[in-house]
């Protein structure tokens, strides 16, 4: 590689030294030590807490469509949720795992999805 003076007069080689990329890499280290936590976590609680907000949905419309037809949708909710009058968006899925919705018609709650886990 051509060698070039620095201001003390010590000739080296272009380019970056060992001591520069040690630099760089180190610090690069250290930012990802301190972004990448918060980055996989992130997200997690608010899909928890959208899909409490999305079981509350579907249990108010399964409610509406109780009181309408006067028997429960399907514990499925294959029914009411190819209905567009209660779900003109179509299916609504969990939006921490993709997970199909279940309900109990007995009591016309949601079954499950408290993604304890998920809320500290
Ligand atoms: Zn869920």
């Known amino acids: 590689m051509k060698k070039q003076s620095n201001p003390w007069g010590v000739y080296r080689r272009s380019g970056l030294?060992?001591?520069?990329?040690?630099?760089?890499?180190?610090?690069?280290?250290?930012?990802?030590?301190?972004?990448?936590?918060?980055?996989?976590?992130?997200?997690?609680?608010?899909?928890?807490?959208?899909?409490?907000?999305?079981?509350?949905?579907?249990?108010?419309?399964?409610?509406?469509?109780?009181?309408?037809?006067?028997v429960p949708p399907a514990a499925s909710l294959n029914d009411i949720m190819a209905d567009n009058k209660y779900f003109p968006d179509g299916a609504v899925v969990c939006p921490v795992d993709g997970s199909a919705y279940r309900l109990n018609t007995t009591n016309m709650t949601v079954n499950g999805h408290t993604h304890t886990d998920l809320l500290d």
């Open 17 to 70: 030294s060992l001591m520069e990329v040690l630099a760089v890499v180190t610090l690069m280290g250290i930012i990802a030590m301190i972004a990448v936590p918060r980055l996989a976590t992130s997200g997690d609680k608010p899909k928890a807490n959208s899909c409490f907000a999305t079981k509350g949905m579907i249990e108010v419309q399964a409610e509406l469509w109780l009181r309408n037809k006067g």
